[in-house]
Structures are given as C-alpha cells and as structure tokens.
C-alpha cells in the first residue's frame, strides 16, 4: 500500500499463482510425509467398494478447488478496495480542481472518505494476508495428519 506503486495482488493471475505454488508443495510435503497412504483422505473407512471411485471423484474435486478459492478471495478482496479507493479519489481530485470556494469546501468530504477507505484497505490487507495465511496452515496440516 505504497501511494503511485503497483500492488501485486490485485491481479489474478498473481494471487493464484501463489495459492497454486502453495497448494502443489503442501500435495508434495503431504506425499513426502504419508507416500500413498496420503490418498486416503479421499476414501473414508468402511465404504462400499462400488462407491469407491464415486466418493474418490467427490473428495478430489474440492480438494484441488483449494487453490482455486483461495487465490479468487485474495484476488476479489484487494481489487474490490483498490478499485473503490481509486473512483473516490478520482471524484475528489475532480472537486478540487473545479474552481469556486464551493467546490472547495466541497472537497473536503470526498478527501476523508478516501482517506477513511485507505485505512480500511490497510485493515482488509493485513485480515487477508491472516486469513490466507491460516487457511494454508490448516491444508498443510490436514496433508502431514492425515484423519
């Protein structure tokens, strides 16, 4: 959030390249640590041998829409603050360069909110890089514990 620098991750293909490059390492450290025995999270005990491809099928699709989901939230959050802040502050460097002390006194409402809106995307930042942060903690350690 440095003012006239390009942030990462508002373009999509970034955060997904991240949520992607961290899901293939958990999918490795997971082999890595369990070998095959990690594909058991996909088959719970006791089903039905017929059932067992469908249930294997039901439990792989989720299971790599991870990265997909992660990557989407991260994406959408930190874009849908940057886009906002952006059309404000067009709106107040618009009110200001009009001429009259209206227009003036006027801008002064449009500049806080941007400046309000900013302190919240800082906020919404840091939520993210928490949440993101969690959410890979919690894959990593469904792939080293398997259930």
């Not at 959410?135 to 514990?145: E, R, T």
Request: net charge neutral; charged share 5%; proline share 4%.
């Amino acid at each position: 959030m440095i003012p006239y620098r390009f942030t990462v991750t508002s373009h999509f293909l970034i955060t997904l390249g991240l949520s992607f490059s961290l899901f293939i390492g958990i999918t490795i450290i997971g082999f890595a640590k369990n070998g095959l025995h990690f594909l058991s999270f996909s088959l719970p005990a006791g089903v039905l041998l017929p059932l067992a491809p469908f249930l294997v099928l039901l439990e792989l699709i989720p299971h790599c829409f991870r990265a997909l989901s992660l990557g989407i939230c991260l994406f959408a959050n930190m874009m849908a603050g940057h886009s906002l802040v952006k059309i404000l502050s067009g709106f107040a460097w618009t009110m200001l360069c009009m001429n009259g002390l209206f227009y003036f006194i006027g801008d002064l409402g449009p500049l806080f909110i941007v400046l309000a809106l900013t302190g919240l995307e800082l906020g919404v930042a840091i939520l993210q890089a928490y949440v993101f942060t969690i959410l890979i903690c919690i894959y990593l350690n469904d792939a080293i514990n398997l259930h």
